[in-house]
């Protein structure tokens, strides 16, 4: 159980362009989903919290306007990378915690989105 | 601020023990979690400690002391698939992870 899937799985597109991400729980309810961003050789980095049916919360030095996270449902979230820009490549990962309570609040990860802007 | 600190790498041999360790500061504490990273790929979930002590799990067993703000995780008969970059990451008050950088762990023959 605790499954998270993420579509696609790679994407390339052109610089300017906008890109959706989408973060699904299979076989739970997730009541928060998290977004990730990761780039070589180094951590996670949280971009944003986000929780079914609000707004999602941003950290520090991310630009809300460009990174548009919807979290519609209980089990879908998706990111918008808007007007893609090469600095933005990067590999992003989604979590979610199961909202029954689950143990420890543990994060399930989905597999990632590697994002290439050329 | 919030610090996680883990080496940046490490190499151990086919077949032995390597134990690596995590030292944490945070803005409260509610559990430590171990992760598993390859390479490409999104973090697997290794163990998670919120009270002081060691938990085992087969191979992989995780130690902590609250009062030191310290971990490990210790990997036994180590098999190639373990190399890998293991993630510590501290749930603080507000139950966020704070992530350290990671441990490159290789593995030779």
């Known amino acids: 159980g605790a499954v998270v899937s993420q579509h696609p799985s790679w994407v390339i597109c052109k610089s300017g362009t906008s890109v959706k991400i989408e973060c699904r729980s299979l076989?739970?309810?997730?009541?928060?989903m998290f977004w990730y961003r990761q780039f070589p050789k180094q951590s996670l980095m949280l971009m944003a919290t986000?929780?079914?049916?609000?707004?999602?919360?941003?950290e520090q030095g991310v630009e809300k306007d460009k990174f548009l996270i919807n979290h519609a449902s209980l089990t879908l979230s998706t990111l918008t990378v808007t007007s893609a820009h090469p600095e933005d490549s990067s590999f992003y990962i989604c979590?979610?915690?199961?909202?029954?309570?689950?143990?420890?609040?543990?994060?399930?990860f989905g597999p990632g989105t590697r994002l290439t802007v050329l | 601020g919030q610090n996680i600190d883990q080496p940046t790498e490490m190499t151990a041999t086919e077949g032995a023990i390597v134990q690596i360790n995590c030292t944490y500061q945070?803005?409260?504490?509610?559990?430590l979690f171990w992760y598993q990273q390859h390479a490409g790929e999104a973090p697997t979930f290794l163990s998670y400690?919120?009270l002081d002590g060691l938990e085992e799990k087969g191979r992989f067993s995780s130690f902590l002391s609250r009062s030191k703000g310290y971990s490990y995780l210790l990997l036994k008969e180590l098999q190639m698939k373990d190399s890998a970059s293991y993630l510590c990451?501290?749930?603080?008050?507000?139950?966020?992870?704070?992530w350290g950088a990671g441990t490159k762990l290789i593995i030779k023959p």
């Open positions: 400690n919120v």
């Open positions: 076989d739970f309810q997730a009541t928060t």
């Open positions: 986000s929780n079914e049916g609000s707004k999602a919360t941003y």
């Open positions: 990451a501290v749930m603080d008050s507000n139950y966020q992870l704070i």
């Open positions: 945070t803005s409260g504490f509610n559990g």
């Open positions: 979590s979610a915690t199961d909202s029954s309570g689950g143990d420890y609040n543990e994060q399930f």
